[in-house]
């Protein structure tokens, strides 16, 4: 099974402004989810978006999915210092029921 | 519901003993899951277990072994711990191995073997 790659590996902002953070894949999903990752502790699910959807939303959270591009992005609207994490994508290929993580973006979010 | 825990939270080992990690779910959750991360790297998948009674290799399977004990209890065991073997290891649980369902992931081991 594939694995996501995440772009960029850290993103460091202030307080306040918009955090994007993407993954590209290569070849055809189920099902791509984001994960959070608080150093030191275990994963903790943000949002699944489906194969045949192409937004979502839960929050401050939004995400996006283009299959065409093999792409997914996760924005963070209006940043706190608590957002400060590792973020994952992770991938369900069609036919399979397990998960492949990518290897995170790092995000730092200065008070 | 204390969700998805492991112990114990740290280990070490020296080359060539043996332990066992423990992962318990209390939310009813028919898949268990066991997973590595090592620095600077996602998590890869030693083994799962769909449901009670089956278990299957992930994509790191080579020196590991599972059980799953009943519906809640999921444990991995190092019968010959070697140096990368060195990580934490997340255990995790979703209600069904359907493609829609999240992971819960417990705290984490940090074994460290030298």
């Known amino acids: 099974s594939q694995q996501g790659e995440e772009d960029p590996q850290a993103l460091s902002i202030q307080e306040g402004e918009n955090a994007t953070m993407n993954c590209s894949y290569k070849t055809s999903i189920n099902n791509l989810q984001w994960y959070r990752q608080n150093s030191g502790r275990g994963l903790v699910h943000l949002i699944l978006i489906r194969s045949n959807e192409r937004e979502k939303h839960s929050g401050r959270l939004r995400v996006t999915l283009d299959t065409s591009k093999k792409s997914s992005s996760l924005l963070i609207t209006a940043s706190r210092a608590a957002d400060t994490a590792s973020y994952f994508c992770a991938i369900m290929n069609s036919g399979y029921s397990t998960l492949t993580f990518g290897k995170g973006t790092m995000l730092l979010v200065s008070p | 519901n204390a969700g998805v825990t492991q112990t114990p939270k740290f280990q070490v080992l020296k080359t060539g003993q043996s332990m066992t990690l423990q992962c318990a779910q209390d939310m009813n959750h028919n898949s268990m899951y066991w997973y590595r991360q090592d620095p600077g790297m996602g998590l890869r998948l030693i083994y799962y277990?769909?449901?009670?009674?089956?278990?299957d290799k992930g994509e790191v399977p080579n020196g590991y072994n599972v059980s799953r004990l009943n519906k809640r209890e999921f444990s991995l065991r190092l019968e010959s711990a070697a140096p990368s073997q060195t990580s934490v290891y997340f255990c995790a649980s979703s209600l069904s191995p359907s493609s829609y369902n999240e992971q819960f992931f417990g705290p984490g081991t940090r074994l460290t073997v030298l």
């Open positions: 277990s769909a449901s009670e009674g089956t278990t």
